[in-house]
């Protein structure tokens, strides 16, 4: 059975989502697990995806990226599927197709994994350039504290004798947050 999985970083990126569903169901998958999560985020229809394939599957994935987040991630999945007798095929692979069931397919998966983490880290390299570039010329300030922009209406519900804890949950907040606002204030 061709199992299939795909996987966006955003929602924003609904389009891709849809054009990898799509995509594996053209080559066959009968089942496709798709999700929309980071690649560092627990990935959870990933996990029940290497549980669903049983011996004589094939896991497939649209592009490398797709699965693995760095070599050691991949070569730790493919290892998983390898103990449960599962192929992993990737279909765009340079215009190629990759299947680890051959020796060439097991070692083009190694070269091709080592290639994207480092275009991932190179890509990490240049972004947090850009950030403190932005940041010296005064034009990038991060994502504005949430508890602190809402410190009025934090203290205004303490002092009608709400407690840090509803206040957190009124306002879709963290405790934490709250009390650091209020200064350490105690539940009491």
Do not use: H, N, W
């Not at 609904?14 to 990935?43: I, M, P, T």
């Not at 809402?150 to 963290?174: C, F, H, N, S, W």
């Amino acid at each position: 059975m061709l199992v299939g999985y795909a996987r966006t970083s955003t929602v924003e990126q609904e389009a891709g989502l849809e054009a990898q569903e799509r995509d594996l169901r053209v080559v066959g998958c009968e089942k496709v697990f798709a999700e929309r999560v980071s690649s560092v985020a627990r990935r959870a229809r990933m996990e029940a995806a290497l549980e669903f394939v049983r011996e004589g599957d094939v896991l497939v994935v649209t592009k490398l990226d797709r699965l693995a987040r760095s070599v050691a991630d991949l070569m730790a999945i493919e290892a998983r599927l390898k103990t449960k007798g599962v192929g992993l095929r990737v279909l765009s692979m340079g215009g190629s197709e990759l299947d680890t069931s051959t020796p060439t397919g097991k070692l083009m998966l190694t070269m091709f994994g080592a290639i994207a983490e480092f275009e991932r880290g190179l890509m990490l390299e240049r972004q947090r350039e850009g950030i403190q570039k932005a940041k010296e010329a005064g034009k990038y300030r991060g994502r504005a504290p949430t508890a602190r922009r809402r410190a009025e209406e934090i203290q205004r519900l303490r002092a009608d004798g709400v407690k840090p804890t509803e206040i957190a949950v009124r306002l879709g907040i963290g405790r934490a947050s709250v009390y650091r606002v209020l200064g350490g204030t105690s539940d009491q």
